[in-house]
């Protein structure tokens, strides 16, 4: 199944689903909605890509 999500979750489909204003809320510091769902529902190892929106992150 994660094979299956992972490569029906193309870049060009991610890229049209960011019109979708749920999707685009889901969204992450470069990385689309459909990217972050898929990641954190079926990959949960992997981590935040190194960027992102840590609201509660110390500021630099």
Do not use: F
Not at 2 to 16: F, G, K, P, Q, Y
């Amino acid at each position: 199944m994660r094979t299956t999500v992972d490569d029906l979750a193309s870049d060009e489909r991610a890229h049209a689903m960011e019109n979708l204003p749920r999707m685009a809320a889901a969204g992450g510091s470069q990385e689309t909605g459909l990217h972050r769902c898929v990641r954190m529902m079926l990959h949960p190892d992997r981590p935040d890509p190194e960027n992102h929106d840590d609201l509660w992150a110390s500021l630099p």
